[in-house]
């Protein structure tokens, strides 16, 4: 099983880039959970979609729709989406004909971490009508909304809290084993 995971934050101490390299020491011998980096992925533009397609978002597609699942940690920005990430996912769904490629019936969860009291809980509601859009196979088992990220992360931005750290591994658990009975055929990612 191989899920790729991103951060839909750009900030170098960005608690939710911290809480997916976190995911990883919970993925299964016979997993594995990829982070890639949005950082290179520019802001969408048509005209640079049909003049010249990002190398980073080509490779990006590629790698997703190979993949047997994608994993995205989702900070919460003015009680939704962070722009980032969505850019990143209207790029990926570019062009309109190679978007069921990446994205159709892919297994998707989507996880999150605020320093504020409500943790990313908007966020990841209005996540659910892009993935729907997409046709992807949203995983909603035991969401994972972690408030207060302050808290329960350290300085280095390691994940300290014993509690959290046991609802990241019921979910990462839970997620892959979602993914592996929901996978989709291999004809769709080749």
């Known amino acids: 099983m191989r899920i790729v995971g991103f951060s839909g934050s750009l900030r170098a101490g960005s608690y939710n880039s911290a809480l997916l390299r976190a995911a990883q020491q919970?993925?299964?011998?016979?997993?594995?959970?990829e982070i890639a980096s949005i950082a290179e992925v520019p802001l969408y533009n048509f005209d640079v979609e049909s003049s010249a397609f990002p190398p980073a978002v080509a490779?990006?597609?590629?790698?997703?729709a190979a993949?047997?699942?994608?994993?995205?940690?989702?900070?919460e920005?003015?009680?939704?989406?962070?722009?980032?990430?969505?850019?990143?996912?209207?790029w990926l769904s570019r062009p309109a004909d190679d978007a069921d490629r990446?994205?159709?019936?892919?297994?998707?969860?989507?996880?999150?971490?605020?320093?504020?009291r409500f943790g990313t809980a908007l966020s990841q509601n209005a996540w659910l009508s892009v993935l729907r859009t997409l046709e992807t196979r949203p995983y909603w088992d035991g969401r994972l909304v972690i408030p207060n990220a302050g808290k329960v992360f350290d300085e280095s931005g390691s994940l300290v809290d014993a509690k959290v750290l046991g609802f990241l591994e019921t979910f990462?658990?839970?997620?892959?084993?979602?993914?592996?009975?929901?996978s989709r055929p291999r004809a769709l990612s080749s």
Request: net charge negative; aromatic share 10%; proline share 8%.
């Open 59 to 64: 490779e990006l597609k590629d790698r997703i």
């Open 102 to 116: 990446v994205f159709k019936g892919l297994p998707v969860a989507v996880m999150g971490t605020s320093p504020s």
């Open 26 to 33: 919970f993925v299964a011998p016979d997993g594995v959970l």
């Open 172 to 182: 990462i658990a839970g997620f892959f084993e979602f993914a592996r009975r929901e």
């Open 67 to 75: 993949a047997d699942g994608l994993l995205i940690s989702t900070p």
């Open 77 to 90: 920005y003015n009680n939704s989406i962070p722009g980032v990430a969505k850019n990143v996912v209207d």
